[in-house]
């Protein structure tokens, strides 16, 4: 028996007096621990030869870098080619007959909603479901899943995805088709990704492109979110159009990435406006991208190049400074917020206190900060501590993902992406002198559910409701998708995933179903697999097999003016409007000022008689016996400018903060 394998068991029995009172029917008929694969932490040399199809293991390692490190996009469109060919087309899905499982019952499971769980069947026709409840009534021919002794939850939504982008100079190796194949595998049945346009690009024609990959190869359902990766009065436009005919309520924001993707805190100002105008979701990549410049060069200039400088050039402060700003900047102009991939204990901290203070704004942890940490950069293997670099980075406080995972659990957090965004190992070796050239981005969006129910589940911080709203529930209704989305419900999309929460598994790049040839959870063991997964109705897992068909997902549109985000903001608006102070018009003299507005012919002489009975003193000041108050009520003061009216309310979240709101 390999090491993984009695690990995994020898877990499976200690824990076997420890029975959760949620789960069902345990104790009688335990499913038995399902284990995939083994490994140990770290370097793992096998899944480079079976992850990376480019990389024939008769080459020199040397000639492959080579080659990839010259013409890295062609090296992606290599690998994507050679996926192409593994995929398994709708219509020969159609012709084998599984179009027949139109009707679907799930039986003697425990339903798990955000809010309530309860034993109940599912009924399920045509890839909506129909009926929860016990004793339900179905027709002839409907397919049973048995599903006691297990969790019968929404399918997860992945809030974060960069499937096949190009990036940094190649492209991401998981495409729309290997890497939605990978989530519903780990029990996620829909995607969000980014369409990225380059710096004067239009969004409009990035956001057909990502369509145009995306919809022959998504195995799962799929939204996108637009960046606002420069500003003009055409992108603003362009939202617009997006918003009204493309189905996208949410624009990613970059505070980094100088010289390409990043906004100044004017045109970061400008798209929060536009945002709020459109009733969208403004979502930022908060980090100082200036800061990140001085920094990276500091560091290359001390001859610090591995991956060890990504960390250093960027640390917590710089992630923190820069989501204070954006939650300012988007607060001052009444747009929500929501902060991507938060990763440092620090920037989690201040979305929390704005959210304390009356702020709509949202925050996501992914994965990678909630399940592993930044102390792999510095890790011996240049190839592992580079399969850790992503943007912001993985912080080194090993305490990180433990204190996010609080937070998630707590509501000061609220969702859960992956930024899932995979390099092999020729394509992060770009960076191989140089850690600013290290293509950014780590897996997940298949080990996401099982790392959250491990780490926040079986660690006893969150119970199953609680993981289903982070896993789908709350992305649903903050990207304005549910009760369609992350909901068993009669009437909801049926995407469901059959968890099965004793099951353990050794995560590993060898067994994984990316197409990336390494894992940062490589040899962590997780209890929770998605034993059956279904996605519009179809059985897409089965007994942890995967029957993946390209282009069965289908693009997801979510509208604007969401209530759940929107309803919110319209009432604190009512209530924060702001109010002129009434007053009797000001009489007294007015400086002149001359064509360039400057005052002509000196200061003009104020008349104080009406406030100064003892006139000035002799040196030429107020005469201190004399009252500033007068009974007409025209005060000392009133010739001034007067101040622009600041309104101080209660947050309506915190009975102990004021919200000081100026507009
Ligand atoms: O490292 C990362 N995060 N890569 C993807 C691009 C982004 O900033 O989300
Ligand atoms: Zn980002
Ligand atoms: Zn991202």
Redesign the pocket.
Known sequence: MSAGLRRASRHQEEKDDEVPQWIPGLGQDKPKPRTLGTSFFGYVPDAFVEKTPYLPSEQSADALKKEAAVEPVKAAEQVADSLEQEIVPRDSIERNGQSAQNRLLIKGGRVVNDDMMQDADVYIEDGIIKQVGTNLHTPGGTRVIEAKGHLVMPGGIDTHT?MQMP?MGTQAIDDFYTGTRAALAGGTTMIMDFALPQRGESLIEAFHRWRTWADPKVCCDYAIHVGVTWWSDKVAQEMEELTNEQGVNSFKMFMAYKDTWQLNDEELLESFKRCKELGALAQV?AENGDVIKENSKKLLELGITGPEGHEMSRPEEVEAEATNRACVLANQVNCPLYV??VMSKSAADVVSSKRKQGHVVFGEPIAASLGTDGTHHYHKCWRHAAGHV??PPLRPDSSTPKYLMDLLANGDLQTTGT?N?TFSAAQKALGKDDFTKIP??VNGVEDRMSVIWEKGVVSGKMDPCRFVAVTSTNAAKIFNIYPKKGRIAVGSDADIVVWNPHATRVISAKTHHQAVDFNIFEGMEVHGIAEFVVCHGRVVVEEGEVRAISGMGKYVPTPVFNPHVYGRLEERERANAPCKVERAPYEGPVAQLNGQGMQEGGIIPVQQETFYTRGPTRSGGVNLHDSSFHVSGRQRDDDLLPRTSIKLVTSPNSSSSLLGTFW
Do not use: L, W, Y
């Open positions: 960069h990036f990549h991507v991939h992503m943007g930024d965004c950014n981005g």
